[in-house]
């Protein structure tokens, strides 16, 4: 018991610090290459360093959830490296058709390991790329729902050491330089990190489903309920950012906590690219106030209406 018990911390111990080692290395390496991986961001920033916490993630997360980690993390980084380039005759980036192709990738192949709730794991990308826009914001949401999910899951199971003590060691090994600004996850640190998080709130789902014989319907609504819970918290963090982000550039006036909500599950170039396809050049007043307080407003915010 006690050789398990050792064995399992010297494994965290050792994601932490090679966490904290490859953070500023790849910092320094994004640095020197330029291009798509530095953004002039707060005076110059390398992005894409969340490719350090993937690495590990891949070393210390078991099978499947590290297959599903590294295929988002792969085509994430490839949207990174690509940067904002169009397709030409088409209403998407580059970048976006490689996200898209990884999330697809992670419902399909995820389904034969975990059923229906894969599609919530994938989905789980919407909220952690919007959290990754503010520093600290993304570290903080994965370290505070790892958090939980670590208490949850040994209530769950009576082990102490479950999977989210691997994501909580390797996202505190990567925090230091993130909370000060000098580095960036990019999609492929928010993607990795989100899809790791949706893997443990299905592990979570499994074991109250089973518990309570709701079986595979159980499952998707404890992650739906706690993709849900992780959206709030980001719309919380990220409260004043994004209450000025709609005052001023979407012109949604006296935004409500549901504005800012909607943002966070539908917002940025994916939510978008939906509505361009949805709605195409239409766009809908809402005027009722309590589909207002809602956040409907920001919900069919039409960007592509004329």
């Known amino acids: 018991m006690n050789i398990g018990v050792n064995s399992s911390l010297t494994l965290l111990i050792i994601a932490f610090f090679l966490s904290l080692i490859l953070t500023p290395f790849f910092q320094k390496l994004f640095t020197w290459i330029g291009g798509n991986l530095y953004t002039p961001i707060r005076g110059g920033t390398p992005r894409a360093v969340g490719i350090a916490p993937l690495i590990v993630l891949l070393l210390f997360f078991p099978p499947p959830g590290n297959y599903l980690i590294g295929l988002i993390g792969f085509f994430a980084f490839i949207d990174d490296l690509i940067g904002r380039k169009r397709i030409k005759g088409l209403p998407f980036e580059l970048g976006q058709l490689s996200r898209g192709v990884g999330m697809i990738l992670v419902m399909v192949i995820g389904y034969f390991f975990f059923g229906p709730v894969s599609i919530l794991i994938a989905l789980m990308v919407q909220p952690l790329n919007i959290a990754d826009m503010q520093p600290g914001t993304a570290t903080s949401t994965v370290i505070v729902m790892s958090t939980l999910m670590t208490i949850l899951l040994y209530l769950t199971t009576g082990n102490p050491y479950s999977l989210a003590l691997i994501i909580l060691a390797v996202v505190l090994g990567y925090s230091p330089l993130d909370y000060q600004g000098k580095i960036m996850m990019g999609e492929v640190g928010n993607h990795s990190f989100a899809v790791g998080l949706g893997i443990l709130y299905t592990l979570l789902g499994i074991n109250v489903a089973h518990f309570h014989g709701w079986g595979s ?49 539908t917002g940025g170039g994916l939510g978008d690219l939906l509505r361009g396809i949805i709605l195409k050049q239409r766009q809908i007043t809402i005027k009722h106030k309590f589909l207002i307080i809602l956040g409907l407003r920001r919900l069919f915010y039409n960007p592509h209406a004329t």
């Open 217 to 265: 319907l159980g499952v998707f609504l404890v992650v739906l309920v706690l993709l849900l819970i992780t959206s709030f918290l980001i719309a919380f963090l990220r409260r004043s950012n994004l209450k000025n982000f709609l005052e001023n550039n979407l012109q949604i006036q006296n935004p409500r906590f549901g504005d800012l909500l909607m943002d966070v599950l």
